[in-house]
DNA sequence: TTTAAAAAGATAGTATTACTATCATAAATA
DNA sequence: TATTTATGATAGTAATACTATCTTTTTAAA
């Protein structure tokens, strides 16, 4: 007997209900595992159909294309990070720990999450990582935001937004912060690990000093303000 | 009689010198329009050619690709930024003059450039935000980074965050914060004309905005440590 | 249990993209 | 003036990004 965590996903994010049938859940956990190994650039439904031993033909009954699937990947990781992080700061009251405690969640990179067995939430962290702001990045993100792609996202910055309200109500920028925080978590890591001499944890490259490195700047910017 | 800057760049970005002929300049000019126009992913070769009024095979003379190409453009921008701010704050003694001073400089929209007529400085900064980290958010980010490609970039990184350190010599990561305002002069520009509810300046989009949080950032947080 | 609906598999085909190759011509240079 | 070098014109290939159709299998309702 387990307890099913259930994530339910914007229905305009694929045609067909990955999550629904074998080969949907097939879909998503084979094209985290190759995305990872290949980047998303050199990943088409090509590749993932035979990895999985389908047609590209039944790839596209599930999704348009594959910007589609990885804005669909990424709006399930912030789902799925959102929950975690509700779990994990539910009965902590001082927001400053709360908060702490969420930049180290975003900061570190996860374990694989029984709950979800068609996901590898340690390789789509990776995933989100390196190909992450694509998602957004591109001509059409005002229609994608318009059909609401990017609430999961967008939802989060709103939570830590408002713990850095909590913690400094006069302090001008909560959201921008937030925003920062999310992103930075990212980028330090990739540059760590791929252009060091953008980041001062070249030589151990260790996460904590990105969590250091982020919990010092929030917490001395909101000090002072 | 005019001064011409001329940016030299790394050979290995390119098959043939572009800033070496006219169809060269006209490839940099075009495909900085193009893109800006329509974006990176929906940007081709064939597209450029018909602009310029040449063959796909001779723009396949001077870049190998379309990724060549803009990692090209953003190294030349990160340099042609280069000197203008090093320009901007040469005499400049106090150093939190001199970052308050670039900070403005990352996060405005550049005015063009006269003495590079071929380059529209205004449209290429356009283009570094929203598809600059592109260039570097791939697989094959090591290699590309073993041949340099990414140095004007690190440069820059490198001279702010000396300029950190001379501001606060016991700030403990001066390139990781410099790193930081480069990234987010251009996020949360991107952000606020695309996903305003990521930033505090949905309501007037006014990039002076965008400035003050970053001077908050760095200041409230070196004032601090 | 039968029947119909829905999903998946198999196969084929098209338009576009991302190149490479070749040859002729024009422009620059020695 | 001869020769190198850049460009133009054209063609062709392999891979990508799909769409269409038909058959078989699975599921689920009657």
Known sequence: MKLQLQI????????RNPESSQLGK????????LIYKTGFEAFNFKKLAEEIGTTEAGIYRYFEN?????????AWYWTWLGFQISFHTNNIKDPAVRLKRI????ATTVEDDENTSYVNERLLHQIII??????????HVGEDNKQHFFKPYKDLCAVIGNIISECQPKYKYPKSLASTIIEMAHF????MNNLPSLTDFGKNKEETEVI????????????KS
């Open 26 to 33: 097939n879909i998503l956990k084979h094209s985290i595992q």
């Open 212 to 223: 250091s490195f982020l919990n010092d700047l929030v917490f001395s910017g909101l000090k």
């Open 103 to 106: 930049i180290k969640l975003l």
């Open 8 to 15: 339910t996903m914007n229905e305009a994010l694929f045609l």
């Open 66 to 74: 594959k910007h589609k699937l990885l804005v669909y990947l990424t």
């Open 130 to 139: 390196s190909e992450g702001s694509k998602a957004y990045l591109t001509k």
């Open 188 to 191: 330090q890591n990739f540059f």
